[in-house]
């Protein structure tokens, strides 16, 4: 069961194109986000509620981000939740809560 703690599964499209940071130490970390969607009727009428995860991911994962993944691209990833905060310039403390990608894999065609 420690495998189903803090663990999320999405499915959805690029959208931009992802952002790479090479680090200091050498580390790369992409930034990205995607849109999943979800369908359903009211009165009715279809209704798509879109929603926008953003997704960070490290070392070789970013490296195959990098090379691979563009905007429009529909990934399939696994990985955890995480929470950061940071002060903002106006003096704001800011929380922010992003998915850590642990496994991606590409889907669709491969053009």
Excluded: C
């Amino acid at each position: 069961m420690t495998t189903l703690r803090n663990s999320v599964r999405l499915i959805g499209h690029v959208g931009q194109t992802p952002e790479i940071k090479n680090l200091e130490n050498g580390r790369k970390l992409a930034k990205l986000s995607i849109a999943t969607n979800e369908v359903y009727f009211k009165e009715g009428e279809k209704i798509t509620q879109t929603y926008w995860h953003n997704l960070i991911a490290w070392g070789k994962t970013a490296e195959i981000i990098e090379n691979y993944v563009d905007k429009g691209k529909e990934i399939a990833i696994e990985g955890k939740l995480v929470n950061r905060t940071y002060d903002a310039q106006d003096g704001t403390k800011r929380y922010i809560t992003e998915v850590q990608i642990n496994e991606l894999v590409m889907l669709g065609n491969k053009n």
